[in-house]
């Protein structure tokens, strides 16, 4: 018998066995195969921020806050952010110069008092004691007690004006306090000004009236090395 005839029927079951091993492999690793993932079976997680941090709301809690912010720092920050950043021309007309402190008399009271010009505050302040609001022809009123607390044995004017307003001030503690404002006149030199003045504690100032930056532009210029020049009548 020739080798070819012997080796014939070898070469067909090695064949047969080859073709059978690869299907029994290629079905096992279709079996143990993963299949892809697919939006459905394994959606994204959305990253979302939490709704208190995307969106403001309104609550009592955040009213409160806004409510008890100071309005004297708000209204020079807005004054501030107004003002035109150019250079104004000086005009031909004299203007009259003060000193940082100045005598002063308020309302119909007959002695002077001491008050610093303070171009650092928006709004003038008056020391006040035993404030009182009540009603007159349908208005609301204060009545307070004007005198110098740092001077021992000052007079006490008693004084009535129409309550023009409140406003928040935050103490340096962080409480806010609410403050009336009146409008009153008041002498310095031979001037006679109506402004704005918060009745405020001013027992650890050293003046008990100031005048602020808002009345400041209609008297005129500040000289802050000098006191008491309202009588002297200096003109730039």
């Not at 994204?44 to 403001?56: F, M, Y």
Request: charged fraction near 25%.
């Amino acid at each position: 018998m020739s080798p070819s005839r012997i080796l014939h029927p070898w070469l067909h079951c090695l064949t047969a066995w080859a073709l059978l091993g690869a299907t029994t492999w290629a079905a096992e690793g279709v079996k143990d195969a993963k299949p892809p993932a697919t939006a459905s079976q394994n959606p994204p997680t959305a990253i979302t921020a939490p709704a208190s941090s995307t969106a403001a709301t309104t609550t009592p809690e955040t009213a409160t806050a806004v409510q008890d912010e100071d309005e004297e720092k708000a209204a020079e920050k807005k004054e501030a952010e107004d003002t035109v950043k150019v250079a104004r021309p000086v005009g031909p007309d004299l203007v009259q110069v003060y000193g940082w402190r100045e005598k002063v008399k308020v309302g119909e009271m007959s002695d002077t008092m001491v008050a610093k010009l303070d171009t650092g505050a928006t709004t003038s302040s008056l020391h006040a004691e035993d404030q009182q609001i009540f009603e007159r022809d349908g208005k609301k009123w204060v009545k307070f007690v004007l005198t110098d607390p740092n001077e021992a044995g000052a007079k006490r004017y008693v004084m009535e004006a129409p309550l023009t307003r409140t406003v928040s001030i935050k103490e340096p503690g962080g409480e806010s306090i609410r403050r009336n404002v009146v409008r009153l006149n008041f002498h310095i030199g031979e001037r006679n000004i109506k402004a704005e003045f918060t009745l405020n504690n001013r027992h650890n100032m050293s003046c008990p009236v100031l005048i602020g930056r808002t009345t400041i532009q209609t008297l005129g210029w500040v000289d802050p090395s000098r006191t008491y020049l309202a009588d002297d009548k200096i003109f730039r």
